[in-house]
T-cell receptor, first 113, second 114 residues
Framework: DTEVTQTPKHLVMGMTNKKSLKCEQHMGHRAMYWYKQKAKKPPELMFVYSYEKLSINESVPSRFSPECPNSSLLNLHLHALQPEDSALYLC????????????FGPGTRLLVL | AQSVAQPEDQVNVAEGNPLTVKCTYSVSGNPYLFWYVQYPNRGLQFLLKYITGDNLVKGSYGFEAEFNKSQTSFHLKKPSALVSDSALYFCAVRDRDNNNDMRFGAGTRLTVKP
């Protein structure tokens, strides 16, 4: 089983809203990732968690706040977003950071009004 | 630093014909190389990877890729294209000697026409 699940599939929010994106995997992977993807562009790495600790933050604005409650779950908390933050947000996992294949979820399509 | 180049934004082929999607890479150490496919409004699906060993790698859905160290290339190929292969294809590289994160190419839109 190489499945990564993400909820919700679609999200529309105003610039004053607070919302959260959720990601889950049950493959026993110890590294989890958040990517942002704009239309017709490659994914851009945002955050990496390794063994439930934040390993990499690619200079992401503080209006994005990641959280890793346990080894299977990864959240991305959103607050005071801007319209330019509208994108497809992808979660991925791999057995360990920097090793082997990353498996991606289907993504959450976010629209900020 | 590591980088990936996909020189073609768009590749068009007729159904039944062979297809090639090009990828070249640059790493300071030895590469891990990956191909992913993305269908509209979907996440990335893993197709195949090169870690070590045979230069010809076979993957999902009849795709294969050949690692060429001298040309620093990892082109994706399929002998006979299907209309359902139409999608966005991303090549990615990781420098396994320097523990860097994966870097994606800009993507190539493959269109297979009936």
């Amino acid at each position: 089983d190489t499945e990564v699940t993400q909820t919700p599939k679609h999200l529309v929010m105003g610039m004053t809203n607070k919302k959260s994106l959720k990601c889950e995997q049950h493959m026993g992977h110890r590294a989890m990732y958040w990517y942002k993807q704009k239309a017709k562009k490659p994914p851009e790495l945002m955050f990496v968690y390794s063994y439930e600790k934040l390993s990499i933050n690619e200079s992401v604005p503080s209006r994005f706040s990641p959280e890793c409650p346990n080894s299977s779950l990864l959240n991305l908390h959103l607050h005071a977003l801007q319209p330019e933050d509208s994108a497809l947000y992808l979660c991925a996992s791999s057995q360990e950071e920097h090793k082997e294949t990353q498996y991606f979820g289907p993504g959450t399509r976010l629209l900020v009004l | 630093a590591q980088s990936v180049a996909q020189p073609e934004d768009q590749v068009n082929v007729a159904e039944g014909n062979p297809l090639t999607v090009k990828c070249t890479y640059s790493v300071s150490g030895n590469p891990y190389l990956f191909w992913y496919v993305q269908y509209p409004n979907r996440g990335l699906q893993f197709l195949l990877k090169y870690i070590t060993g045979d230069n010809l790698v076979k993957g999902s859905y009849g795709f294969e890729a050949e690692f060429n160290k001298s040309q620093t290339s990892f082109h994706l190929k399929k002998p006979s294209a299907l209309v359902s292969d139409s999608a966005l294809y991303f090549c990615a590289v990781r420098d396994r000697d320097n523990n860097n994160d994966m870097r994606f190419g800009a993507g190539t839109r493959l269109t297979v026409k009936p």
